[in-house]
């Protein structure tokens, strides 16, 4: 009697761990993208542009941002 309550046991466990394992994986497949949240912009490109000219757009937007970013900004005043 006790072997059958405990092979239930497992078995009632082991159901269990295989649906949050199933809702667990479901969930990682029907993820959406995750949204450019880190404040940097992504590069846009004009879809009807030969790859060339798309890598070209690329490289002066990207070259236009590390410029932007490397200006100097005010320093805020310590003496506040």
Known sequence: MRAIV????????LAIVGLLAKTQLGSMRAKPAVPNTSGVAMPVVTPDATPQQQSQQIQQQVQQSVEGAMQARPMP???K
């Open 6 to 13: 405990g092979v239930l046991g497992l078995l009632i466990v």
């Open 77 to 79: 005043d310590d003496n």
